[in-house]
């Protein structure tokens, strides 16, 4: 099951950031750009975890997260308070109204993904999946463990974020900047190439004699997990 996840936020710089982050780990992403138009889908349907600005014209954020609390239906609603408001007293009252999480922006974004994963972890278990499959690669996200073929790959923890991240959408590909986002964070300011030197360490770990290469490299764009990959080589 694919969790839903609401994103109320009025600059669209980071509804896009979000949209495009969220949506490339699997979810299904709504974005709204007002308190209150909010407020009135949250009435027409709930979703599993909500990401609020605190700042928002209509409704201010922190009045709909209160209102959230107040409707039985919304009452569990993991909510996640994104702003720009980083002072100890501020996040005391968001956290103090109801919010479950508070994020300061400019936020890391696998630091952020990491919080709703935790939070549905927590509220809805059934929409995360430990277990990342295709053709015969296993990812085990607990255990932290990929197998190939019954064989046990050892991976370096960068290696198994960026193929983690890959394995999330297979066939989509995606740049050198964006791995570096989704995989590092946007805090870390790291040479592109970076990228390359890790992606052949991947290639080097997760393929053996003729095994066939996950890894698309898309030339001019960048890199994808194949999407046709089926475990042996032709």
């Known amino acids: ?45 709930v979703p599993d975890l909500v990401l609020l600005d605190w700042m928002l014209p209509g409704l201010s954020g922190i009045e709909l997260c209160r209102r959230i609390r107040l409707r039985a239906e919304t009452e569990r609603l993991p909510v996640i308070m994104l702003t720009a408001r980083g002072e100890e007293g501020e996040r005391v009252r968001g956290l103090a109204i109801g919010a479950d999480d508070y994020v300061v922006k400019p936020f890391s974004v696998p630091e952020l993904l990491a919080r709703v994963r935790a939070l549905l972890r927590r509220a809805k278990p059934e929409h995360l999946s430990s277990l990342l499959k295709s053709g015969d690669i296993e990812l085990d996200r607990e255990t932290r463990r990929v197998h190939r073929a019954g064989r046990e790959i050892n991976l370096g923890p960068t290696e198994f974020r960026l193929l983690e991240f890959l394995m999330q959408s297979p066939g989509r590909v995606y740049t050198r900047e964006q791995l570096l986002d989704g995989v590092w964070g946007r805090d870390v300011y790291i040479d592109e190439r970076t990228v390359d030197v890790h992606i052949g360490r991947l290639r080097k770990a997760v393929k053996r004699g003729r095994e066939a290469d996950p890894i698309r490299t898309v030339r001019g764009s960048g890199y994808s997990f194949n999407e046709r990959f089926a475990g042996a080589a032709a």
């Open 1 to 45: 099951m694919t969790a839903r996840i609401l994103v109320v936020e009025d600059e669209e710089p980071i509804t896009v950031l979000l949209r495009y982050n969220l949506e490339a780990e699997g979810y299904q992403v709504e974005v709204v750009g007002r308190g209150d138009e909010a407020e009135v889908r949250l009435r027409e349907a």
